[in-house]
């Protein structure tokens, strides 16, 4: 046996220096019975962070930091800048008279706002304005920018949850970025022309689809609640995920961004809901409401505009203290695209 230990040892040093390896070592890992993430459930209280976040504010400013953000790093991903494997996540401020300056970038984003309501996201030359609970997106290579009111005009500091595919752009190779010319773009349309164009369950006559991103920017919190109180009142509650919709595409009926799945729904006080594991990690964002996530063997109590992280493959139980809504993203297009997305209710 040690004669036979000896020999393969030689052999794999002779393999490594032609740079192979032997894959009978490395099966059991790269081939296992099921998903194995190193992501961790997490969650990171709001409470807790908001601090910190403003902080920032007095620290470095909007133009100097490009993006003032703090991005939220997964405990099992260190380093990575990723809260899953997939996915990035971060909190962003803007100050009162800031502006964030104009840029674009191969990589989606999607802004989901949690605080403060005088600020505006322009997109393509479009502004639209940021309330609390609005999602809100950058669709890939389009040019956009970010600025708050004066103080004088009323402006208060504004908070978000930026999601993007950073992570999966990275892997791939496939970043590229660049500055626009100004600080801000020209402004080309009304706020609310792509709203009218396409968010009222018609397109323009021409319209092409030319491009797998939504060609609406802004989703706001208002229409989605009421979507939401309708379904509760008139439908039927889900014994998994209470009442609960996914974020569209209106010129295709998929995805609002072609890597980044996005959704809202409602548990009502009392709400406990039944186990179910998918594999596409999710991120969720607390909008209103209070309860705990029961992720395999870990426990969270979550409140409003807390954000936690559920890994891939793992058991999920969701139940709601008092009426609850839920924000959450997850990379569930790209394992639809690659026939990888399988879920499991139990």
Same mark, same amino acid.
């Given at each position: 046996?040690?004669?036979?230990?000896?020999?393969?040892?030689?052999?794999?040093?002779?393999?490594?220096?032609?740079?192979?390896?032997?894959?009978?070592?490395?099966?059991?890992?790269?081939?296992?019975?099921?998903?194995?993430?190193?992501?961790?459930?997490?969650?990171?209280?709001?409470?807790?962070?908001?601090?910190?976040?403003?902080?920032?504010?007095?620290?470095?400013?909007?133009?100097?930091?490009?993006?003032?953000?703090?991005?939220?790093?997964?405990?099992?991903?260190?380093?990575?800048?990723?809260?899953?494997?997939?996915?990035?996540?971060?909190?962003?401020?803007?100050?009162?008279?800031?502006?964030?300056?104009?840029?674009?970038?191969?990589?989606?984003?999607?802004?989901?706002?949690?605080?403060?309501?005088?600020?505006?996201?322009?997109?393509?030359?479009?502004?639209?304005?940021?309330?609390?609970?609005?999602?809100?997106?950058?669709?890939?290579?389009?040019?956009?920018?970010?600025?708050?009111?004066?103080?004088?005009?009323?402006?208060?500091?504004?908070?978000?949850?930026?999601?993007? *595919? %950073?992570?999966? #752009?990275?892997?791939?190779?496939?970043?590229?970025? =660049?500055?626009?010319? @100004?600080? +801000?773009?020209?402004?080309?349309?009304?706020?609310?022309?792509?709203?009218?164009?396409?968010?009222?369950?018609?397109?323009?006559?021409?319209?092409?689809?030319?491009?797998?991103?939504?060609?609406?920017?802004?989703?706001?919190?208002?229409?989605?609640?009421?979507?939401?109180?309708?379904?509760?009142?008139?439908?039927?509650?889900?014994?998994?995920?209470?009442?609960?919709?996914?974020?569209?595409?209106?010129?295709?009926?998929?995805?609002?961004?072609?890597?980044?799945?996005?959704?809202?729904?409602?548990?009502?006080?009392?709400?406990?809901?039944?186990?179910?594991?998918?594999?596409?990690?999710?991120?969720?964002?607390?909008?209103?409401?209070?309860?705990?996530?029961?992720?395999?063997?870990?426990?969270?109590?979550?409140?409003?505009? *807390? %954000?936690?992280? #559920?890994?891939?493959?793992?058991?999920?139980?969701? =139940?709601?203290?008092? @009426?609850? +809504?839920?924000?959450?993203?997850?990379?569930?297009?790209?394992?639809?695209?690659?026939?990888?997305?399988?879920?499991?209710?139990?």
């Amino acid at each position: 046996m040690t004669n036979v230990k000896t020999e393969r040892a030689d052999y794999y040093s002779q393999i490594k220096k032609s740079r192979m390896a032997p894959l009978w070592e490395s099966l059991h890992n790269l081939v296992p019975p099921q998903p194995r993430p190193l992501a961790q459930a997490a969650i990171w209280k709001f409470a807790e962070v908001r601090d910190l976040v403003m902080q920032s504010g007095s620290l470095i400013t909007a133009e100097e930091a490009v993006r003032r953000v703090l991005f939220l790093e997964n405990p099992g991903l260190p380093e990575k800048s990723s809260i899953t494997p997939a996915l990035y996540a971060g909190l962003q401020l803007i100050m009162p008279g800031e502006i964030a300056p104009s840029h674009r970038h191969t990589q989606s984003a999607l802004r989901f706002i949690l605080e403060g309501s005088t600020a505006y996201t322009a997109v393509d030359g479009e502004r639209v304005p940021m309330k609390p609970g609005d999602f809100i997106i950058t669709p890939s290579w389009t040019w956009h920018d970010h600025g708050n009111k004066t103080a004088a005009e009323g402006g208060e500091p504004v908070i978000w949850l930026d999601g993007l *595919d %950073i992570p999966i #752009v990275h892997h791939l190779d496939q970043g590229f970025a =660049e500055n626009y010319p @100004d600080k +801000v773009q020209p402004v080309q349309r009304q706020s609310g022309d792509s709203m009218a164009r396409y968010a009222q369950n018609m397109l323009p006559v021409r319209h092409r689809i030319d491009s797998p991103t939504s060609p609406v920017f802004s989703y706001p919190y208002d229409r989605t609640r009421d979507a939401l109180d309708t379904l509760y009142r008139t439908g039927e509650l889900d014994a998994w995920d209470g009442v609960k919709l996914r974020y569209t595409n209106p010129a295709t009926g998929g995805y609002p961004m072609p890597t980044i799945a996005t959704f809202m729904q409602f548990l009502p006080a009392g709400f406990s809901g039944r186990q179910y594991r998918s594999t596409d990690a999710t991120v969720y964002a607390v909008v209103e409401g209070a309860g705990t996530a029961r992720i395999s063997d870990a426990e969270f109590q979550f409140a409003r505009n *807390d %954000i936690f992280v #559920v890994p891939s493959w793992a058991a999920t139980r969701l =139940e709601a203290t008092t @009426d609850t +809504v839920l924000f959450s993203y997850s990379d569930r297009p790209i394992l639809s695209a690659l026939h990888l997305l399988r879920e499991e209710r139990a």
